[in-house]
């Protein structure tokens, strides 16, 4: 199975900064990476896909990059909805895994 | 409206089996993989496998392999995940979810509530 390795695995933060979280993947997985919020007692919600895709009602704030092993997930200004925990997700080839989430913290 | 809906919680003893339910609203069961995912209390997210009902092809994460059962009924448009000797270990909330796929890319786009599961003697 690939292994997904993200940072940090918890951050704190104030509104109005800019937050990057990153994901290792242990090999090349293209650009085949989703990532994922969820809040405390919530489903996961999808965020981004294909690495840099804004899925359709996501705030343009949220932004993805990367391929081949590195990706990245950068929300500018944050907001007080977005202290939540983030996922990194390859879909690039079977069993799908995460990474172990971010939690965004309120500084 | 795309809607997973997934059966209520669960409390079970060590040892009992258990099958839990997801069943989708607003597209054709069929035509899509279902997924399952693990998350134990305070724990990340876990893959654990996924299902295309129109064939019933099946995908297992290793850790899961052999410890639970993926399966849909295309009868009733339901997909399932059980078990068939549930430890402690097994206490989590279990969501499905569906991916859409594009080309070989594919990404959860719609998930169920989720269904907590409880095991304890």
């Known amino acids: 199975a690939i292994q997904m390795t993200q940072s940090p695995s918890s951050l704190s933060a104030s509104v109005g900064d800019r937050v990057t979280i990153t994901c290792r993947a242990g090999q090349g997985i293209r650009n085949d990476l989703g990532w994922y919020q969820q809040k405390p007692g919530k489903a996961p919600k999808l965020l981004i896909y294909?690495?840099?895709s804004l899925q359709i009602g996501v705030p343009s704030r949220f932004s993805g990059s990367g391929s081949g092993t590195d990706f990245t997930l950068t929300i500018s200004n944050l907001q007080p909805e977005d202290f939540a925990t983030y996922y990194c997700l390859q879909d690039y080839t079977y069993p799908w895994t995460f990474g172990q989430g971010t939690k965004v913290e309120i500084k | 409206e795309v809607q997973l809906v997934q059966s209520g919680a669960e409390v079970k003893k060590p040892g009992e089996s258990l099958k839990i339910s997801c069943k989708p609203f607003?597209?054709?069961?069929?035509?899509?993989?279902v997924a399952w995912v693990r998350q134990r209390p305070g724990k990340g997210l876990e893959w654990m496998g996924i299902i295309y009902p129109g064939d019933s092809d099946i995908k297992y994460s290793p850790p899961f392999q052999g410890q639970v059962t993926i399966s849909a009924d295309k009868s009733i448009g339901t997909a399932y995940l059980q078990w068939s000797s549930l430890k402690v270990s097994d206490t989590a909330m279990y969501f499905c979810?569906?991916?859409?796929?594009?080309?070989?890319?594919?990404?959860?786009?719609?998930w169920g509530q989720g269904t907590r599961v409880t095991v304890s003697s």
């Open positions: 294909a690495a840099s």
């Open positions: 979810a569906r991916p859409r796929e594009v080309g070989t890319q594919a990404w959860l786009d719609y």
């Open positions: 607003g597209y054709s069961f069929t035509s899509y993989w």
